[in-house]
């Protein structure tokens, strides 16, 4: 077994604190990388506190990782020592059910291994990227573009992933209108490569201080949502919406934005159901619709785009120390717009 260190949350709700513990041996197939980066996402504190049922404890959170290759197996050919690497959401999956046959591993039917809080093949529990290494297979790492910056990439393999997929669904490019609501690491993503698509993006927040960070991040408009005439002139407007909002909300206010046939898309997930107004949909008959992160190809093709483009998300890196600060930080919207972990912190 490999041992390595990271931090950890050891019960429900408790502080992360520091953790040892072990990866598997390296298959044949397999690659150890060491971590460099680890973003946080707001899904990593629902886990930790359980707030989605099933968590399981010693807790390693962690899904947007990104290092490099210290050691290859023996069957390993994809990627060589030094190589950079970024590993998303998931480490495994069937292979063989419909959704893998496509390059929908997200959606695998057959066996889908979370980055954590999953069992792996060998029934052992998975630990995610708030680590100092990890074993996984050559086939489930995606490469990294060599003019990015590590810190600024972690995030695309969760935040930017998410929105990419159904902005790529919904063929967003040069002459749709794309509205983003809520302007946080899910959101900030959305308006950066939505506008890179060529889309008129507008920003849609009930805080007016995000204003100038949307047009600096490429919208070409914003809305309070609080000011009911500025909303009301957005009516029947957009084509496609990505709704990043995480807490309760009003789902038809939004749907009254979209054009016939638009599109709304739930990437953020609320902890109570939404209320949904049948003629909000059949009225214009628009589609709600949902997207859960991307496939391997898929995401690998964000990463492509996202080097071409230049695009990285915009981050604070903080030392593995300050996890439990980010903690409360990002639960009080106080980070623009998504904290990093330095790995390297941990030595």
């Known amino acids: 077994m490999i041992q390595t260190k990271g931090y950890a949350a050891m019960e429900a709700g408790q502080p992360l604190v520091p953790f040892s513990f072990s990866r598997r041996e390296l298959a044949p197939n397999d690659i150890l990388v060491e971590i460099l980066y680890c973003g946080i996402c707001h899904s990593d504190i ?25 050691r290859t197996g023996s069957a390993a050919k994809r990627f060589a020592v030094g190589d950079a690497a970024g590993i998303g959401c998931f480490v495994d999956s069937c292979g063989s059910c419909q959704s893998c046959k496509e390059g929908l591993q997200q959606y695998c039917t057959g066996g889908l291994v979370w980055t954590y809080n999953s069992k792996d093949r060998d029934g052992n529990l998975t630990q995610g990227g708030y680590s100092r290494h990890i074993v996984i297979r050559e086939d489930y ?20 992933i998410t929105t990419y997929s159904p902005l790529r669904r919904f063929k967003v490019g040069k002459g749709t209108r794309v509205g983003v609501m809520g302007l946080g690491g899910l ?12 889309a008129e993006v507008t920003v849609l927040s009930h805080s007016p201080k995000k204003e100038a960070d949307s047009k600096a991040l490429g919208a070409t408009g914003f809305v309070n949502t609080k000011d009911s005439s500025a909303v009301a002139r957005l009516s029947e407007t957009l084509d496609v919406i990505i709704d990043t909002i ?24 609320p902890e109570s159901p939404l209320a949904v107004h049948a003629f909000s949909l059949i009225a214009r008959r628009r589609t709600l619709t949902a997207s859960l992160i991307g496939g391997l190809s898929e995401t690998q093709e964000l990463l492509d785009f996202c080097g071409k483009e230049n695009i990285g998300a915009d981050v604070e890196v903080i030392a593995a120390d300050e996890i439990n600060k980010a903690y409360d930080r990002t639960l009080a919207g106080d980070v623009r717009y998504r904290f990093v972990i330095d790995m390297k912190s941990l030595d």
């Open 187 to 198: 959101g900030h993503m959305a308006v950066k490569l939505a506008s890179r698509m060529g």
């Open 246 to 269: 995480s807490a309760p909300h009003d789902p038809n206010l939004y749907l009254g934005l979209l054009k016939r046939d638009g599109a709304m898309v739930l990437v953020g997930v």
């Open 46 to 70: 629902h886990q930790v506190k359980d707030e989605w049922g099933g968590a399981t404890f010693p807790l390693v959170p962690g899904h947007e990782i990104v290092g490099r290759v210290v």
């Open 141 to 160: 790492a995606l490469r990294i573009p060599d003019n990015l910056s590590l810190e600024t990439v972690a995030p695309l393999l969760c935040a930017g």
